[in-house]
Protein backbone atom coordinates (compact mmCIF):
# COMPACT_ATOMS: atom_id res chain seq x y z
CA UNK A 1 0.00 0.00 0.00
CA UNK A 2 1.97 3.29 -1.20
CA UNK A 3 1.03 6.39 0.72
CA UNK A 4 1.78 9.60 -1.05
CA UNK A 5 1.13 13.08 -0.43
CA UNK A 6 -2.51 12.93 -1.83
CA UNK A 7 -3.50 9.60 0.18
CA UNK A 8 -2.21 11.32 3.69
CA UNK A 9 -4.41 14.71 2.43
CA UNK A 10 -7.17 12.29 2.31
CA UNK A 11 -6.77 10.56 5.30
CA UNK A 12 -6.45 14.06 7.33
CA UNK A 13 -9.67 15.18 5.31
CA UNK A 14 -11.57 12.23 6.39
CA UNK A 15 -10.13 11.99 10.17
CA UNK A 16 -11.39 15.91 10.59
CA UNK A 17 -14.70 15.45 9.06
CA UNK A 18 -15.58 11.33 10.64
CA UNK A 19 -17.54 10.80 7.36
CA UNK A 20 -17.92 6.94 6.12
CA UNK A 21 -18.15 8.16 2.44
CA UNK A 22 -15.15 9.76 3.01
CA UNK A 23 -13.53 6.94 3.88
CA UNK A 24 -14.95 4.91 1.49
CA UNK A 25 -12.94 7.17 -0.91
CA UNK A 26 -9.91 7.03 0.90
CA UNK A 27 -9.79 3.18 0.61
CA UNK A 28 -10.71 2.89 -2.56
CA UNK A 29 -8.14 5.51 -3.44
CA UNK A 30 -4.92 3.26 -1.94
CA UNK A 31 -6.73 0.30 -4.12
CA UNK A 32 -6.05 2.23 -7.24
CA UNK A 33 -2.43 3.55 -5.86
CA UNK A 34 0.61 2.19 -7.54
CA UNK A 35 3.97 1.67 -5.51
CA UNK A 36 7.04 3.20 -7.51
CA UNK A 37 9.65 1.81 -8.95
CA UNK A 38 13.15 2.02 -7.63
CA UNK A 39 15.83 3.12 -9.73
CA UNK A 40 19.44 3.05 -9.08
CA UNK A 41 21.74 6.56 -10.79
CA UNK A 42 24.18 7.53 -8.60
CA UNK A 43 24.28 4.31 -6.34
CA UNK A 44 26.76 1.19 -6.77
CA UNK A 45 24.50 -2.07 -4.78
CA UNK A 46 26.67 -4.27 -3.42
CA UNK A 47 23.52 -6.73 -3.78
CA UNK A 48 22.96 -8.80 -6.59
CA UNK A 49 19.13 -8.07 -6.52
CA UNK A 50 19.68 -4.13 -6.47
CA UNK A 51 22.33 -4.44 -9.21
CA UNK A 52 19.53 -5.24 -11.77
CA UNK A 53 18.01 -2.14 -10.74
CA UNK A 54 21.10 0.12 -11.46
CA UNK A 55 20.75 2.51 -14.63
CA UNK A 56 23.37 1.90 -17.10
CA UNK A 57 25.67 4.75 -17.16
CA UNK A 58 24.50 8.09 -19.57
CA UNK A 59 27.24 8.94 -22.02
CA UNK A 60 27.32 12.76 -22.86
CA UNK A 61 26.36 13.66 -26.74
CA UNK A 62 28.90 15.20 -28.80
CA UNK A 63 28.71 19.04 -29.44
CA UNK A 64 31.87 19.35 -31.15
CA UNK A 65 29.86 19.71 -34.49
CA UNK A 66 27.78 22.09 -33.00
CA UNK A 67 30.71 24.07 -31.61
CA UNK A 68 32.78 24.33 -35.23
CA UNK A 69 28.93 25.54 -36.48
CA UNK A 70 28.38 28.25 -33.99
CA UNK A 71 32.19 29.20 -34.19
CA UNK A 72 32.15 29.55 -37.89
CA UNK A 73 29.03 31.90 -37.88
CA UNK A 74 30.23 33.93 -34.92
CA UNK A 75 33.31 34.87 -37.38
CA UNK A 76 32.09 37.45 -39.77
CA UNK A 77 33.19 38.50 -43.60
CA UNK A 78 35.56 41.25 -42.92
CA UNK A 79 33.72 44.66 -44.40
CA UNK A 80 36.37 46.96 -44.12
CA UNK A 81 39.69 45.70 -45.25
CA UNK A 82 41.93 48.31 -44.32
CA UNK A 83 41.32 51.27 -41.86
CA UNK A 84 42.26 54.97 -42.27
CA UNK A 85 43.71 56.68 -38.99
CA UNK A 86 42.47 60.24 -40.25
CA UNK A 87 39.17 59.30 -40.06
CA UNK A 88 38.82 57.47 -36.48
CA UNK A 89 40.35 60.65 -34.99
CA UNK A 90 37.95 63.55 -33.68
CA UNK A 91 38.04 66.49 -35.79
CA UNK A 92 38.57 68.93 -32.67
CA UNK A 93 40.64 67.03 -30.18
CA UNK A 94 40.13 69.49 -27.61
CA UNK A 95 36.55 70.16 -27.83
CA UNK A 96 36.15 68.69 -24.21
CA UNK A 97 38.96 70.98 -22.98
CA UNK A 98 37.62 73.95 -24.32
CA UNK A 99 33.98 73.44 -22.85
CA UNK A 100 34.94 72.61 -19.54
CA UNK A 101 37.07 75.64 -19.55
CA UNK A 102 34.50 78.00 -20.93
CA UNK A 103 32.88 79.28 -17.66
CA UNK A 104 35.90 79.74 -16.01
CA UNK A 105 37.37 82.10 -18.97
CA UNK A 106 33.52 84.13 -18.51
CA UNK A 107 34.83 84.98 -15.00
CA UNK A 108 38.27 85.82 -15.85
CA UNK A 109 37.17 88.16 -18.39
CA UNK A 110 34.70 90.12 -16.78
CA UNK A 111 37.16 90.55 -13.76
CA UNK A 112 39.73 91.69 -16.73
CA UNK A 113 37.39 94.41 -17.64
CA UNK A 114 36.26 95.72 -14.33
CA UNK A 115 40.15 95.64 -13.66
CA UNK A 116 40.88 97.74 -16.77
CA UNK A 117 38.17 100.40 -16.05
CA UNK A 118 39.60 100.71 -12.27
CA UNK A 119 42.40 101.53 -14.12
CA UNK A 120 41.37 103.86 -16.46
CA UNK A 121 39.81 105.80 -13.79
Known amino acids: M ?17 CPVCEDVHQ ?48 PEPIIEEVDLANLAPRKPDWDLKRDVAKKLEKLERRTQRAIAELIR
Do not use: M
Open 2 to 18: SDGPLCSLIRLHCHLLD
Open 28 to 75: SFICFSVPRELKLRNYTPEDEELKERQVPKAKPASVEDKVKDQLEAAN
